[in-house]
């Protein structure tokens, strides 16, 4: 009997269409985003009357992605070069800066991890933090800390929305109506 594999998530650069499979879930995952509400006084009112004015995009501010080269090797069943464990990290790396030269905007990011979130962002920061070498140096165990914010270019999210799909965004997922 052999042991299923969990489903993980994905990043796809949707500028260049590669896509990359989470190394691993995270172990934890923070999400959300902050409201802007104006408050009027009205004069005679005991309290102030509270007027909606934005919602900030959703974002993701940090997801640690542990990257372990022995792990890879087990998966794969084969040892693993330096550049397939520098892989992912330099995925991350690629989408803080645009495409091609043909471009100004940073990549957009769909981000893909099944019954949690499906949102186009772009990344916002990139860390990497090593936490075992080997004797030559070369990182064999990393963590990828990764933000994000979401980037919507389209209609406005209404509350009705987001109390039905949640992070399920857009046109990528298929509806019934």
Not at 58 to 74: I, L, N
Not at 86 to 99: E, H, I, Q, R
Not at 151 to 174: I, N
């Amino acid at each position: 009997m052999t042991a299923q594999r969990v489903t993980r998530g994905t990043l796809t650069n949707l500028d260049s269409g590669e896509t990359k499979e989470f190394p691993s879930n995270p172990s934890t995952f923070q999400d959300g985003v902050e409201v802007a509400w104006q408050d009027h006084v009205v004069l005679g009112l005991s309290h102030p009357v509270s007027q909606y004015v934005a919602t900030g995009a959703y974002g993701v501010p940090s997801v640690k992605f542990r990257v372990d080269a022995f792990k890879m090797a087990r998966e794969l069943g084969r040892a693993v070069a330096p550049a397939d464990v520098a892989d992912f990290y330099n995925f991350a790396l690629s989408l803080t800066v645009p495409w091609d030269e043909f471009r100004s905007s940073p990549p957009k990011v769909l981000f893909v991890w099944p019954h949690v979130a499906i949102v186009t962002m772009v990344v916002r920061s990139v860390k990497r933090d090593i936490i075992k070498q080997a004797a030559d140096g070369v990182p064999l165990i990393y963590d990828v800390d990764i933000a994000f914010t979401e980037k919507r270019e389209d209609e406005r999210l209404a509350g009705v929305r987001v109390r039905l799909y949640g992070t399920d965004r857009g046109e990528y997922t298929e509806r019934s109506a």
